[in-house]
């Protein structure tokens, strides 16, 4: 059934998320673990369903994100933490399999980056995108954003913005970061962008807890 229900979701995670390049390369046969035996590669591929296995391994990438992690503090579930190990090589999977899956790169670059504090893992994953797609703006955008993100001056903070420009005009952008940049230009006094984008997540996003988030800044905003 869950095999069923996921290729039927295929559709809204093909085309726009994608760029042309060239054929992909030989599968890896890094199998991650967890993974169904429906998933096999091999058994994709004689099928002809590569991208099929891509989108996938994404649903099950943001199922497994979604999930809170076994053992921890209920304090630490609440405020959504955990380590996820396996974000890297299940993204890397899906990028073999399907190099135009841009979203899901941007995605879980991001997540990495951004969410759990994995920097040289976010690098990792672009890196290897952008040497399938050299020209894609949007990876070189995010590795810089992601290169300078621990840096803590407005500077350093205009400077990640400007790097994120690219990523924040796709229609693809994933919401994290769309908060994320919101919450960068109210910090630098920029009220107009932040409201701009905080406006624009409660009109993108049917999530509950960024919507709460977007509401409580634009009040926040709007009284200064």
Do not use: H
Not at 48 to 67: K, N, P, S, V
Not at 151 to 170: C, G, H, M, W, Y
């Amino acid at each position: 059934m869950e095999f069923l229900w996921a290729l039927a979701a295929c559709a809204a995670l093909n085309g726009a998320a994608r760029r042309i390049l060239p054929s992909p390369q030989p599968i890896d046969t890094r199998i991650v673990s967890g993974e169904s035996a429906v998933l096999s590669d091999a058994g994709f591929l004689s099928l002809g369903m590569r991208r099929d296995a891509a989108d996938l391994g994404f649903i099950r990438l943001l199922l497994y994100y979604g999930t809170p992690q076994a053992g921890l503090p209920e304090d630490v579930v609440e405020n959504g933490g955990g380590d996820y190990p396996e974000i890297l090589p299940r993204a890397q999977r899906i990028l073999n399999l399907d190099p135009r899956f841009e979203y899901a790169v941007i995605y879980s670059a991001g997540s990495l980056a951004f969410n759990l504090e994995r920097t040289n893992e976010a690098v990792e994953l672009l890196n290897e995108a952008i040497a399938l797609n050299p020209d894609n703006i949007r990876f070189r955008a995010l590795l810089a954003a992601v290169g300078v993100k621990n840096r803590k001056n407005r500077a350093d903070t205009e400077q990640i913005l400007k790097f994120l420009a690219p990523v924040l005009a796709s229609k693809d952008c994933p919401t994290f970061l769309k908060s994320m940049a919101a919450f960068l230009n109210a910090q630098i006094g920029r009220k107009p962008e932040a409201l701009a984008l905080y406006r624009d997540i409660l009109a993108t996003t049917t999530d509950a807890g960024y919507r709460r988030l977007a509401q409580l800044m634009i009040k926040k905003l709007n009284a200064r």
